[in-house]
């Protein structure tokens, strides 16, 4: 099989560890790098940015799967395109590299957010570039700090360059592996980890309902315990944050994502949002 990834060094660990549990399960990959629009142009304002080209990659026949970071994939999804699997999920959670203040980079609307209005007096700058680049750039003292997710910084093998786990409500699907396909295609079932799965699935319904993009300060994490959604004002004025208790639930992963965000919605969600 051809497995499609961008060609940064966080999607190549990430594709070559999918290729590694798919040459384990039988079904051996050959890595192919597409770049995409985001890779020429990351001011472009879009999630689509991040898998257009590998998206026309598979409707095309060029690959068979493409390997995506969950939180990068947008809610809709191509006709005759489909999820298919999801590995394992790595920690979730993110992390401060540096100290906390007073100049603290990140590129998420998320972060940004929920760091302004929980960090007095902080200002949260933008800081852009592949995970390399941003720990060049606070190591040429433009950030006191920056924040980036647990999961990448594991991948690459810089976990030791992690100064604190901050208690932010993560993005949807964020330190998850997705394999997506031409709907139809059948994997080896081992491939996918069910709690993993029923996690991006609620998550996903969550912000899909949210109407949320990569610009909305939007979060939603399920843990298997409790499921909880984040919605902040960019400057982290208003927030609103809410939480249903999942475990033993009976209820499809969807039915409680929408829900979830019904809830949020129901207490004020788009004028936080500013819409």
């Given at each position: 099989m051809r497995l499609g990834t961008r060609g940064s060094s966080l999607a190549l660990a990430q594709a070559r560890w999918v290729a590694g549990l798919l040459d384990r399960l039988g079904e051996p990959?050959?890595?192919?790098?597409?770049?995409?629009?985001?890779?020429?142009?990351?001011?472009?304002?879009?999630?689509?940015?991040?898998?257009?080209?590998?998206?026309?990659?598979?409707?095309?026949?060029?690959?068979?799967?493409?390997?995506?970071?969950?939180k990068d994939v947008p809610s809709v999804l191509p006709?005759?395109?489909?999820?298919?699997?999801?590995?394992?999920?790595?920690?979730?959670?993110?992390?401060?590299?540096?100290?906390?203040?007073?100049?603290?980079?990140?590129?998420?609307?998320r972060r940004a957010a929920q760091l302004r209005a929980s960090v007095p007096g902080v200002e949260v700058l933008e800081v852009r570039g592949n995970v390399d680049t941003r720990l060049a750039k606070l190591t040429a003292g433009e950030y006191d700090g920056i924040v980036l997710a647990v999961a990448g910084l594991r991948r690459l093998g810089r976990e030791a360059e992690i100064s604190e786990i901050l208690d932010l409500v993560p993005a949807a699907g964020q330190g998850t592996v997705v394999v997506q396909a031409r709907e139809g295609l059948g994997l080896p079932a081992e491939l996918n980890d069910a709690p993993t799965w029923t996690a991006l699935r609620a998550e996903r319904a969550c912000v899909a309902a949210l109407d949320a993009d990569c610009r909305t300060a939007v979060g939603a994490h399920w843990d298997g315990e409790r499921f909880r959604g984040w919605v902040g004002a960019e400057d982290g004025a208003a927030w609103l944050l809410d939480e249903i208790a999942v475990a033993g639930s009976s209820e499809q992963p969807e039915v409680l994502g929408g829900l979830l965000a019904e809830r949020l919605l129901s207490a004020g969600a788009d004028a936080v949002l500013g819409r």
């Open positions: 990959c050959e890595i192919v790098e597409i770049t995409t629009t985001g890779d020429r142009d990351r001011a472009v304002p879009d999630k689509f940015k991040w898998v257009k080209e590998l998206d026309e990659a598979l409707l095309d026949g060029r690959i068979d799967l493409a390997a995506h970071s969950a006709d005759g395109l489909a999820l298919v699997a999801a590995p394992r999920r790595e920690d979730p959670r993110d992390a401060l590299v540096g100290r906390l203040g007073p100049r603290v980079g990140t590129s998420s609307p």
